[in-house]
């Protein structure tokens, strides 16, 4: 592994994220009590899907909003960064996308590929 060669120092500041196969995190993901979900925007559309941002977090009890399902991000109500419970997102996305599985689809949205990050026209904005 790369972080066992670096020089003492080197390896100070490794996320795990980086480090680790997307598919291995997304597993633990899957099965952390009090995951949640939240994105950029209400997943309603084929464009929804492909330009949304999304982030996780693990939430504490008290700073749970409601009982996390009064936000759906497959709802067109959706207020966008507000946090859904993850498991309820992976039990809601085959109803509301089809061509994939919820953790594919997540894997696909994380893990960078050589032509977004090398594409000739790729810039510092994006």
Known sequence: MVAERMPKGGHLHIHFNTNLPADFLLQIAATTPRMFINSSTPLLSDEDYRKCRIQFLVRSVQTEEGDGTSWD???????????????LFLSKFHDHWYSTSALQWLEEKIVFHEEEVHGMLQTAKG
């Open 73 to 87: 991000v497959f709802s067109p109500g959706y207020e966008p960064g507000r946090w859904m419970r993850f498991d």
